[in-house]
């Protein structure tokens, strides 16, 4: 079969185009033919040796992909040859709390990931695809979607009339927009482009700050509120913007620590008394398990909620897909097409 390999994880340059024997399900796996996979942030981390120790050079990146299983093996229930199926990238973990031994299943880190024409995965892990959800609908979930809906629904608490701040228009902060719209939330989204909050706004965004235009978008924010600030605060930009988030939310607020996609951090968080004074909650989060996958499958197939991709690529167009998506000049999600 053919696949990308990480090379020398220098850069976009050194994704490599290879191939090797395909897979063969053992006890307890499924193999899937790929039909699309997404880009996330940490893709171009890992493709550049910045995500923690640098992997092997064969290893198959990408973490977030659709495919149709063509092989179960023995002992392997509830899911068949011919159904489409995703899985979170993290394929040990089916339900309940985080634990760090999840790391060790990591699709496109410690184990191969999406970008090839098959994939081996434990076939626990997968979410089955209904027909009614086209591939470039279901490839975005098993990461972006997943880590939104962890953000919002699992640890957010998100009901309706909730203020919700998204940073950016990202694939994960496209996603929490959309998906706190549907729970009834209003949504304040920050970008350094007008275009992009534009169409941010026909999305259903309510509050719309330019980052550029107002370097104080936390005032921005609590003055578009009426100074009531964020419910909640989905928190990509790290510890670069935390002291902006903290100042943006709601007394009783969660901040949400997802990434940190806004470079350089302050060397200092002047405003860590509100974390006390506002009872505000920080938490940390890395996408999600099963169960909350296969309610997000659940909740955006009776909803009609359709994930904006931003540009698709054909498979042999990898390495561009990888560009397009450091130019930053996407709005939500980048799609290669595999099968």
């Known amino acids: 079969m053919k696949m990308f ?18 897979p063969v399900a053992g006890p307890g796996q499924a193999v899937l033919r790929v039909r ?23 290893r198959i990146p990408v973490s977030d992909g659709v495919g149709e299983v063509i092989a179960i093996g ?16 993290f394929a040990s973990w089916m339900d309940g709390a985080f634990s760090p031994s999840v790391f060790a299943t990591d699709l496109g ?25 086209s591939d470039s609908r279901a490839a975005p979930l098993g990461a972006a979607g997943l880590t939104a809906w962890n953000a919002l629904v699992e640890v957010g608490g998100i009901k309706a009339g909730d203020l919700v701040l998204a940073l950016g228009t990202g694939g994960v902060s496209i996603f929490a927009l959309q998906l706190a719209k549907l729970h009834g939330a209003r949504v304040a989204i920050t970008s350094s482009s007008d275009d992009k909050l534009a169409t941010a706004k026909a999305l259903g965004a309510d509050i719309l700050i330019n980052y550029r235009t107002q370097p104080d ?17 989905v928190e990509t930009g790290g510890l670069a913007t935390l002291r902006h988030s903290v100042a943006a939310a709601a007394p009783n607020g969660r901040i949400v620590l997802i990434g940190a996609l806004a470079g350089q951090p302050d060397l200092v968080l002047p405003n860590f008394s509100s974390i006390v004074g506002k009872n505000l909650v920080l938490r940390g989060i890395t996408a999600g398990n099963r169960r909350m996958l296969v309610d997000l499958v659940r909740a955006v197939d009776a909803t009609g909620l359709v994930p904006i991709i931003a540009r698709e690529f054909p498979f042999a167009d990898a390495p561009a897909a990888y560009a397009f998506l450091k130019s930053g000049a996407h709005l939500g999600k980048v799609l290669i097409r595999v099968a």
Do not use: F, M
């Not at 023995?74 to 990238?89: K, S």
């Not at 191969?112 to 979410?127: F, S, Y």
């Open 109 to 133: 880190v410690t184990a191969d990931g999406w970008l090839a024409e098959q994939i081996l995965v434990p076939a626990a892990a997968l979410a089955p695809i209904p027909p009614t959800l």
């Open 36 to 58: 699309a996979v997404c880009l996330n942030h940490r893709d171009l981390n890992i493709i550049s040796g910045s995500y923690g120790a640098r992997k092997p050079a064969d």
């Open 217 to 233: 978008w936390a005032a921005a924010l609590l003055a578009a509120s009426g100074g009531r600030g964020a419910d909640i605060v």
């Open 74 to 89: 023995p002992g392997v229930t509830g899911i068949a040859p011919g159904d489409r199926a995703i899985c979170g990238h």
């Open 5 to 22: 390999e990480l090379g020398a994880q220098q850069g976009i340059d050194s994704l490599t185009a290879a191939e090797r024997p395909a």
